[in-house]
């Protein structure tokens, strides 16, 4: 880290003109339905409500920050997802994205299994109800007490991520005299994000055993071998915010392609292809996604043409959405606190929350669209950077955004689509009291992850 790095953070926003800010949009008050959750809507005072509740009367029961989650919007993506891939496809919610035992419920009721990553995920999934054969664990580094457990609770397939842990996973299998479904992950050189993709013979990342040079042929011919497991498949995840099928369709045809090695060596057709998550929502209007219904079809006709090829029967597709479901269900309710015009730059505008409630500005340069939800205005546009509370200049929630010129300190201003990596990585950064996330239907508002307190923060200093 640079010595001369600023005392308040060594992150800084780059506070000089860009040159090309985005165009202001025709009508600031206009709701895009492509970003904003399906039951957001302005009533005729001009006020926001979702499911049926102004976000004034929401932001007075329940406070600000906030999350507000429609879970209407969130059952009927699960539907969709589910409907798309039809009887012969699983879909797994990737829990990571955001996970509560009420959501866990929707997911269940809504027929949808489940990925989970750690420990803490895999007893929220278990505590709610979520039977264990729908749960899979994930993760490149899975602690044997984490894998004891996950096997004790008969979850349904573990996804191998390296030789120690086909060999750990065995061992605690056999140790308690059952044999566990595994796919292996493996890393197909495609790294695909947003409208891009790379497809490359190599992949340097910390997940997943490489095709190239014939680690994951490897760690197939192990898994073959033990006892313990029971090698149901192949499992790749190329990246996030994915909006076209083409990297999907490089996967696949290399993923096919191992699997057409192990027939040829091992005289086993494997009866599963699951090619991960990744696909993208509309954080700007800019964000064009695509329904589940057209990416199934896609990987489907993917899938089945490069088994064909490959002289392979077809075999059961997974896909693990977990942004593509939960993200565009949730907004963060703000309560704008100072407006600080800079001459000729832009104008800062605080809210009472920030990076620990939204690290993905600061951490990605993820884009945001923000709105002024607590009433409308005529105002012009006004160039603004929404910032939060916290000690650190790259304490960005969005990072160019117009709002009316007559925006006010006590406004309510809302970021949509916070639906997925929000929560679930918010920190308690300058002792923050992490957002409670309150779910919305039918005029009726409940908290599902309620507000942590002072008294939560004191709790875990013991002195
Ligand atoms: C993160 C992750 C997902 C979900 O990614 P989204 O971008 O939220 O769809 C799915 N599968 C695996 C293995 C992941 O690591």
Redesign the pocket.
């Known amino acids: 880290m640079s010595r001369s790095a600023h005392p308040a953070g060594p992150r800084h926003a780059d506070v000089l003109p860009e040159g090309h800010h985005p165009a202001p949009p025709a009508d600031l008050n206009r709701l895009d339905a492509k970003v904003w959750s399906r039951t957001a809507a302005r009533n005729e005072d001009g006020v926001v409500t979702v499911g049926g509740i102004e976000v004034t009367r929401l932001a007075e029961e329940f406070g600000t920050p906030a999350y507000f989650l429609d879970e209407e919007d969130f059952r009927s993506r699960c539907r969709a997802w589910a409907e798309a891939f039809g009887a012969d496809a699983d879909v797994f919610y ?1 829990g ?2 955001f996970l509560s035992r009420a959501v866990v419920r929707w997911l269940h009721e809504e027929g949808l299994n489940l ?1 989970v ?1 750690s420990g803490g995920e895999l007893i929220t999934a278990l505590d709610a109800g979520m039977p264990a054969d729908r749960i899979a664990f ?1 993760g490149n580094n899975k602690s044997p007490e984490e894998i004891e457990r996950a096997v004790r609770a008969g979850v349904g397939r573990i ?1 191998l991520d390296s030789f120690q842990e086909i060999v750990r996973v065995a061992h605690i299998a056999q140790g308690l005299g059952v044999r566990q479904r595994v796919l292996i ?1 493996v890393t197909v050189g495609v790294e695909a994000h947003t409208h891009e993709f790379i497809a490359t013979a190599h992949e340097d990342q910390k ?1 997943g055993l490489p095709l190239a040079g014939g680690q994951a042929a490897e760690a197939v011919r192990r898994t073959l071998g033990l006892d313990g497991l029971e090698l149901v498949g192949i ?1 790749s ?1 190329i990246g ?2 994915i909006f076209d099928t083409s990297g999907f369709e490089v996967a696949a045809h290399r993923v096919v392609g191992l699997l057409a090695q192990i027939r040829d060596e091992h005289g086993v057709e494997l009866p599963e292809i699951d090619l ?4 993208g929502i509309a954080y700007t209007s800019d964000d064009d996604p695509r329904e589940p219904h057209h990416i199934a079809k896609a990987l489907h006709e993917i899938v089945t043409r490069e088994c064909e090829n490959a002289g392979l029967r077809t075999p059961r597709i997974s896909v ?5 479901i939960v ?1 565009p269900t949730a907004f963060t309710l703000y309560e704008v606190g100072t407006i600080k015009p800079l001459q000729g730059l832009r104008t800062y505008v605080s809210v009472d929350g920030g990076m620990s409630d939204n690290i993905r500005t600061a951490l990605y340069d993820a884009e945001y669209s923000v709105a002024l939800v607590s009433r409308t205005s005529d105002a012009a546009p006004m160039l603004s950077r929404v910032v939060g509370k916290h000690c650190e200049s790259g304490d960005i929630v969005v990072r160019d955004a117009f709002l009316p010129a007559d925006l006010a300190p006590g406004d309510l201003i809302a970021v949509p689509a916070t639906g ?2 929000c929560r679930s990585m918010a920190s308690n950064y300058n002792h923050a009291l992490r957002p409670p996330v309150v779910a919305v239907r039918d005029g009726v508002a409940r908290v599902i992850v309620r507000r942590e307190t002072e008294e939560d923060l004191l709790r875990l200093d013991v002195g």
């Open positions: 990737a990571k994205a990925d990553c994930h996804v992950r997940f499992h995840h996030s915010q991960g998550g990744g696909l693990e959405p977990g942004r593509a993200g997925a990596y």
